[in-house]
């Protein structure tokens, strides 16, 4: 159900042109995190990633107790809890 709704989001959207946003995903290479459109131009982890993605790609960087949680809720308005 939940495909065939997203399906008809999308179809919905190309019929009457009302999607102009592109859409980014989200890349980890090495020690760098950041985003590539659809188009292909680069941006900040914020365009594409989530802030799951971001606390995981810290956690393997800088271990789980090095994690700043304050600041990826301050910056990305994330919603882990407090420490």
Do not use: R
């Not at 995190?33 to 680069?42: D, F, H, N, T, V």
């Amino acid at each position: 159900m939940k495909k065939l709704l997203i399906s008809a989001a999308l179809l919905l959207g190309s019929i009457t042109g009302c999607t102009t946003e592109e859409q980014w995903s989200c890349v980890e290479d090495g020690t760098l995190m950041y985003s590539i459109s659809e188009s292909g131009k680069l941006g900040g982890a914020e365009n594409g990633c989530s802030c799951e993605d971001m606390y995981n790609f810290e956690v393997k960087l800088y271990g789980i107790n090095e994690v700043d949680t304050e600041h990826l809720n301050s910056t990305f308005g994330c919603n882990f809890p407090a420490e």
